[in-house]
């Protein structure tokens, strides 16, 4: 059973322009949703993450909105550029889990074209 | 620190033939993690360790694949016999109180 769905599978975007990446999560026991990022030949690095008390989160070009009633969260890429290209992948911790178990999306491969 | 360090980075082996991928985690990290990945499928949890124990193994496809923790800074992952379908990148990953998880490089594997 997939609980995060990831949408877009891909994506291509000028320099300069805004990513928008979306996830859905089907149940409420996840108190941790980070988003990593993995570039060609690597493992996975987080990038931004967010705890369900806020609904915003900001770290320079990269913004992180959650919408809790809706059960989604969004990664939005500002001013995007080559370098961004990578795949994104969101994920999320179950509540009080020890261990930190991710559960991943199926990812997004970003194109930035120059 | 060196990260997760995972070995061998590549490892292409005949179908039937044992492999033994390792990991060294972080220091001090307390949680272990084996994912693979596939185009078909994504990241996909295969175990997780937590204090040396495994806790959660449901995501381990068959009786083939097994994985230890003998202590904290070593882990392996064993596919005994391998198959073609084995074919994936395996992660090894860490991570401690604060819910980030470190990755590793990955090992690559091909079964042929």
């Known amino acids: 059973q997939q609980q995060v769905k990831q949408s877009p599978q891909s994506l291509i975007v000028q320099k300069g322009g805004i990513s928008i990446i979306n996830c859905a999560y089907e149940?409420?026991?996840?108190?941790?949703f980070p988003w990593y990022q993995q570039f060609p030949g690597k493992g996975p690095a987080l990038l931004i993450a967010?705890?369900?008390?806020?609904s915003e989160k900001k770290e320079g070009r990269f913004t992180i909105s959650f919408n809790k009633s809706a059960k989604q969260f969004s990664l939005h890429i500002m001013d995007s550029q080559p370098g961004d290209s990578a795949t994104y992948f969101c994920a999320v911790v179950p509540t009080g889990n020890a261990g930190n178990m991710l559960t991943f999306g199926r990812g997004t491969r970003l194109m930035v074209k120059p | 620190d060196a990260g997760v360090i995972q070995s061998p980075r590549h490892e292409v082996t005949e179908m039937g033939q044992e492999v033994t991928l390792r990991c060294k985690p972080i220091s001090g990290h307390n949680s272990l993690f084996w994912y693979r990945q596939t185009m078909m499928r994504g990241l996909e949890l295969l175990i997780y360790f937590n204090n040396n124990v495994p806790i959660d193994d449901s995501g381990m496809p068959e009786d083939r694949f097994s994985a230890k923790m003998p202590n904290a800074s070593f882990s392996t992952l064993k596919i005994q016999p391998s198959e073609p379908r084995d074919s994936a990148v395996y992660f090894c990953?860490?991570?401690?109180?604060?819910?980030?998880?470190?990755f590793g490089q990955g090992t690559r594997l091909t079964v042929v």
């Open positions: 149940n409420t026991a996840f108190d941790y």
């Open positions: 967010i705890r369900p008390d806020v």
């Open positions: 990953a860490s991570s401690f109180i604060s819910r980030e998880a470190f």
